[in-house]
């Protein structure tokens, strides 16, 4: 059974007009987030070396966001983030329609197996469907430069 989604521009559509409208919450809520971006971001350097494996990575990463502190994140949230957030969803509703078309069409090409009682594992062969093929997509378009 095939998943039944909205279509590229439904989606679109509501992405541009809705996200905007949460400018408020990202205002609030992002500056509170510095802290915890900067310790996580940290804290990830080592699984960051481990996915890239470039000479030196984890001590270029970890530099950088020493470098750029929670102080400058807040500030930037504060000073330019809020103001261009709805403006620049509704700049990048291209970017995104373009960026997400490819995944959207992949989950719609997915044939579901049946869905089984509560808690039986094969209801896990429903996830794995799904995080395979977009593994796979996101694979692919990473060796196509895309």
């Keep these: 059974m095939a998943i039944e989604t ?24 992002t500056p ?4 915890k971006w900067e310790s996580s971001t940290l ?7 481990a996915a890239v494996r470039a000479a030196n990575i984890e001590a270029r990463q970890a530099a950088g966001v020493r ?12 000073d330019v983030g809020a103001a261009r957030f709805g403006p620049g969803v509704q700049a990048a509703a291209g970017d995104y329609e ?13 044939d579901l197996p049946g869905r089984r009682p509560r808690g039986d594992p094969g209801n896990y062969q429903r996830v794995n469907a799904v995080g395979n093929t977009l593994h796979q997509r996101r694979l692919a378009a990473a060796s196509a430069g895309g």
């Design 32 to 35: 509170a987030a510095a802290q």
């Design 67 to 78: 470098r750029a502190g929670s102080a400058k994140f807040a500030r930037k949230v504060r």
């Design 6 to 29: 909205k279509t590229i521009a439904e989606t679109r559509r509501k992405w541009s007009e809705v996200t905007p409208a949460r400018q408020s919450e990202y205002q609030a809520a």
């Design 43 to 49: 804290a990830a350097a080592p699984n960051f070396g």
């Design 98 to 110: 373009s960026a997400f078309a490819p995944y959207l069409q992949a989950i719609q090409g997915i």
